[in-house]
């Protein structure tokens, strides 16, 4: 082969990370199960019937019975690919959203995070920052070697959480899919097991309680600790910062 020629590192020692499979993933703030019609339909179908605009950017929903989403759940609940959890918040004990663990490739160390549905109630919570860093950390513990999280490109407030978790902009991918009918751009976003060691310090600090006044506010932002982490941020961030 010519010498000259570029190719990729040898990975020396890789062997394939394990496909995900905990049932519970429990912190601080947080309770990750996976997800159960009985269990978790009706108090989910509560809290996200609030506001129809948290299903805008997902290809389902939103649900008009509690029954219909529970005919949604069952069909989910069971899947390896995608890989749903129930999150309930700590603090009140409610149930108020779910994600997943999707594209799951072991044998090359890739898997994604998405259908991530957050209740009103739980947006903007320390339960819910915290429940998408457990499931970050459980990958990247496990081996995995890159994680990913893609979003609609119009989704203004999926694109700020992924940049916030310290996931790196990589490009936007121009009528990647149609959803309800209308076109998708998707913006993408990712962290490697090199930028890990880094991420697990910040959502270390920022989720400690004394990081957090008696009232809850925080003293320190998450997207100041991962900040200096992006290798590379999104555009649409920059022209907000213009603005």
């Not at 008009?64 to 749903?84: L, Q």
């Not at 549905?117 to 496990?142: D, F, K, V």
């Not at 700020?160 to 310290?166: F, I, K, V």
Request: with cysteine; proline share 7%.
């Amino acid at each position: 082969m010519d010498s000259h020629r570029p190719v990729g590192d040898i990975l020396t020692g890789w062997t394939p990370a394990p496909a995900p499979g905990p049932s519970v993933l429990e912190g601080r703030y947080a309770r990750l199960e996976r997800l159960s019609a009985k269990a978790h339909a009706a108090p989910l179908f509560a809290a996200n019937s609030a506001d129809a605009r948290i299903w805008d950017y997902l290809p389902y929903g939103p649900f008009d019975t509690v029954e219909a989403y529970s005919a949604w759940v069952e069909a989910m609940a069971p899947g390896s690919d995608p890989m749903f959890y129930a999150i309930r918040d700590q603090d009140s004990g409610l149930w108020g959203g779910v994600a997943s663990y999707l594209r799951i490739a072991p044998e090359v160390g890739s898997i994604e995070l998405g259908h991530i549905n957050l209740s009103p109630r739980l947006q903007g919570t320390r339960a819910a920052t915290e429940a998408l860093t457990l499931m970050i950390r459980w990958a990247m513990e496990a081996g995995y070697r890159r994680f990913e999280w893609k979003c609609d490109a119009l989704n203004a407030g999926s694109r700020r959480a992924a940049e916030r978790l310290g996931l790196s902009y990589e490009g936007t991918f121009r009528q990647a899919t149609i959803v309800k009918g209308r076109n998708r751009d998707t913006a993408w976003f990712a962290a490697t097991d090199g930028d890990w060691p880094a991420l697990s310090t910040a959502y270390d600090s920022w989720l400690a309680p004394e990081n957090f006044t008696s009232d809850g506010q925080q003293r320190q932002s998450l997207t100041a600790l991962t900040a200096p982490i992006l290798v590379a941020q999104d555009p649409a961030r920059k022209a907000r910062e213009r603005g």
